[in-house]
C-alpha cells in the first residue's frame, strides 16, 4: 500500500513579500512571456505533486534566471513597495491633518453659529417680554373694571386676550430660559424642598384643563416625605411642564397622573398618562430643541418644541436623568429620580 503524499512546507523566503513576482520580471526584461509561462505550467506540476515551489526557486531551478539576479530584483521590488507604503502613509497623515482642521474649523463655526441663535433668541424675548407686560398690564386693568364698567361680552373677550397673553409670556419665559441653558447659564439654586407643598399649587394649576379636557388628573404621593436637594423654582417648572404635555396629548375621558414614589434614599417622580404616545423610533428626537413630532402646517398640537429638551436640561443639571417609555395608542410614562436629603439627628436637613 503506498504511502500517501505529503505536502512539502512552503519555504520562506522575501519573494514572498512580492505580489506578481513574475509580471515584474517581464517587466524589468528579465524574463520573457514565453519563459515566465514555462516556470507557471512546471510550478502547478509541482504543486499537482505535492511539491509547492515559490515562483523564483521554479525559475532558477529551470535555469531561466540566476539566483543573485532574482534576489536583486526581489530586493529592489521590496525597496519600491516600502518607499510607496512610505508616501501613502505621508499622504494619509496630511489628508487626516487637513480633514481634522476642517473639521475643527466647522465645529468652530458651528459653536459660534449656536451662541449666535441662543444671543438672538434672548435678545429678542427680552425685548417681547416688555410690551407683553404692558399689554397684560392694561388688559388686567381693563379686566377688573378699574378703566370703566364693562358688559357681560366685553368682559368675555378681554378673559379671552388675558389668556393668549399668558401662554405668550409662557412661551418667552422658555425661550429665555432655552438661551440661558444654551449659553451654559442655567445656575441652579438647590435647597432643601418639600414635595408635596411644591406639587400642590402645580396640581391645583393644572386641573382645569384637565377638567375642560375631560380628564382625569391624579396625585399618587406620600404625604411624609423627606426634602430633596433641588431648585424649587425650576423642579416646579419641570412639573408643570411634563403635566401640560401630558394633558396636551391625552384624549377625552383618558387619565394623567403624578406618581412620587420613595426607594430608600431617592425618589422617583413619574408622569403618566393613556394619551397618542410616540413610537419608539422617535423617542430620541423629542428632545431636540424646537423639534415637533408633527411639523405639518395642519398639525393639531401647539407649542414651540422647547419643553422636553428644557425638562431634560433642567433634570440633568440635578445629577439625574429623564426616561421615557411610550406606547402609541396606549400612553406615556416620563420619570426622574432624584435624591432625598439626608437628615440629621434633630430631623433637620443636613447641610
Known amino acids: 500500500m503506498s504511502k ?3 505536502n512539502e512546507p512552503l519555504e520562506i523566503n522575501p519573494e514572498v513579500l512580492v505580489p506578481r513576482l513574475g509580471d515584474q520580471l517581464v517587466e524589468m526584461g528579465l524574463l520573457t512571456n514565453e519563459q515566465l509561462n514555462q516556470a507557471l505550467a512546471h510550478q502547478r506540476e509541482q504543486i499537482s505533486q505535492g511539491k509547492p515551489r515559490l515562483l523564483g526557486h521554479t525559475l532558477v531551478e529551470l535555469g ?3 539566483r543573485p539576479v532574482l534576489d536583486r530584483a526581489v530586493t529592489e521590488q521590496i525597496l519600491r513597495l516600502r518607499t510607496a507604503l ?5 499622504n494619509l497623515e496630511a489628508r ?7 473639521l475643527e474649523e466647522a465645529l468652530r463655526k458651528l459653536s459660534e453659529l449656536s451662541q449666535l441663535k441662543a444671543n438672538f433668541i434672548s435678545n429678542i424675548s427680552h425685548e417681547l417680554r416688555t410690551p407683553l407686560t404692558h399689554i397684560r398690564g392694561y388688559l388686567e386693568l381693563l379686566h377688573t373694571e378699574a378703566l370703566g364698567e364693562l358688559n ?3 368682559k368675555q373677550s378681554l378673559e379671552v386676550s388675558l389668556r393668549s397673553a399668558g401662554r405668550l409670556q409662557n412661551l418667552i419665559d422658555d425661550l429665555i430660559l432655552f438661551s440661558m441653558a444654551s449659553r451654559g447659564e442655567l445656575d441652579l439654586k438647590l435647597s432643601p424642598v418639600d414635595l408635596n407643598a411644591l406639587v400642590a399649587p402645580i396640581i391645583t394649576s393644572a386641573n382645569p384643563k384637565a377638567v375642560e379636557r375631560g380628564l382625569d388628573l391624579r396625585l399618587e404621593m406620600e404625604s411624609s416625605l423627606p426634602p430633596i436637594q433641588a431648585d424649587a423654582e425650576k423642579l416646579g417648572w419641570v412639573l408643570s411642564q411634563l403635566l401640560d404635555n401630558a394633558i396636551k396629548f391625552t384624549p377625552a375621558n383618558g387619565s394623567v397622573t403624578l406618581q412620587v414614589v420613595r426607594d430608600e434614599n431617592m425618589v422617583t417622580v413619574r408622569v403618566l398618562d393613556t394619551g397618542i404616545g410616540i413610537p419608539p423610533e422617535r423617542v430620541k428626537e423629542v428632545f431636540e430643541p424646537f423639534h415637533q413630532l408633527d411639523s405639518s402646517a395642519t398639525r393639531r398640537y401647539g407649542g414651540t418644541g422647547l419643553g422636553l429638551s428644557l425638562v431634560r436640561q433642567i433634570i440633568e443639571a440635578h445629577g439625574s436623568v429623564v426616561t421615557i417609555n411610550s406606547t402609541p395608542d396606549e400612553g406615556t410614562v416620563v420619570s426622574f429620580p432624584l435624591l432625598l436629603t439626608e437628615m ?5 436637613a443636613a447641610p
Open 86 to 90: 512610505q508616501d501613502a502613509n505621508r
Open 344 to 348: 440629621d439627628d434633630k430631623g433637620q
Open 64 to 66: 531561466l534566471i540566476e
Open 152 to 154: 357681560h361680552e366685553q
Open 4 to 6: 500517501p503524499v505529503m
Open 96 to 102: 487626516v491633518l487637513e480633514r481634522t482642521a476642517e
